[in-house]
């Protein structure tokens, strides 16, 4: 009765409660102790682990979270979910103790939890069934997207930038986190808050000097995340070494010709490529 009244307090300091079952991966106590931290927190998200069933009540509050978010994380603890598997370096830095058999080595696209579901099973949690990655790259639309903006702001356009940042930001909030690679999961999480501060910011004023301010640091987390994703076409990493009174920035192109969005039509042809990623 006291862990029953205890547990029931502790949901109704969240509010907006929703609660939803799902399966992580796990072999002991000390997971569970992990896992449930890394749910946790204050009024807002918990979890509760069982390392028999390997199931776990996640609760949140549904204004202020999601049940993907709070997987997120639990995935960056080191412990594979249905949604999202733990970065392979993230795994290996587990005591032994904690290390748990992983049935699956790569993210289940859409298309085959819909599959799945058709069928009447979960082929995330089959380990003798085989899982093949989507064959379209994920993070492409957020490319193209990016490149909108930057010929926007080639052409001095501020209101273009405006727009073309606006569908950014929604390009942004598409992308399906069970399609990204555990390399690409991990910086994503390290660069999205910021991807999305800064396109939102572009996308707020028509001014275009703060736009090409904001496409400074919105092109180098765009460089960090297009590195570890592979692209399946050439992404030409370019500098302008004039730009920002005399510092530098750079940008990434789909081309390899120089057309320099941080001053158009002035200094059309200034900079260089400095690397190709492919």
């Avoid at 592979?230 to 500098?239: A, D, G, L």
């Amino acid at each position: 009765m006291i862990l029953l009244l205890s547990t029931l307090l502790s949901y109704a300091d969240i509010k907006n409660l929703q609660t939803e079952n799902v399966r992580i991966a796990g072999a002991c106590a000390q997971c569970k102790e992990a896992i449930e931290a890394a749910a946790f927190q204050k009024n807002i998200s918990e979890a509760s682990w069982n390392k028999d069933t390997k199931i776990a009540a996640i609760s949140y509050d549904s204004k202020k979270t999601s049940l993907d978010a709070v997987l997120k994380k639990i995935a960056l603890a080191g412990y594979d979910n249905q949604n999202y598997l733990a970065p392979d370096d993230t795994y290996a830095r587990l005591d032994e103790s904690n290390r748990y058999e992983r049935a699956v080595k790569r993210p289940v696209t859409a298309q085959e939890k819909m599959n799945a579901h058709q069928h009447g099973h979960d082929a995330a949690n089959s380990p003798n069934e085989q899982v093949v990655p989507s064959a379209d790259d994920p993070l492409k639309p957020v490319l193209n997207a990016y490149y909108a903006v930057k010929d926007a702001l080639i052409a001095s356009d501020g209101a273009a930038a405006a727009s073309k940042a606006d569908n950014l930001v929604k390009t942004l909030k598409a992308v399906k986190m069970d399609q990204l690679g555990s390399e690409q999961h991990t910086v994503w999480m390290k660069v999205v808050k910021d991807l999305d501060f800064d396109a939102e910011h572009i996308a707020e004023t028509k001014d275009v000097g703060h736009q090409r301010d904001h496409f400074t640091s919105l092109s180098d987390n765009m460089y960090k995340l297009i590195k570890s994703a592979k692209p399946t076409e050439p992404v030409y990493y370019q500098h302008c070494p004039m730009a920002k009174e005399g510092k530098g920035a750079n940008w990434l192109s789909q081309e390899s010709a120089i057309k320099n969005p941080y001053y158009g039509a002035q200094m059309l042809n200034c900079g260089k490529t400095t690397e190709t990623i492919k």
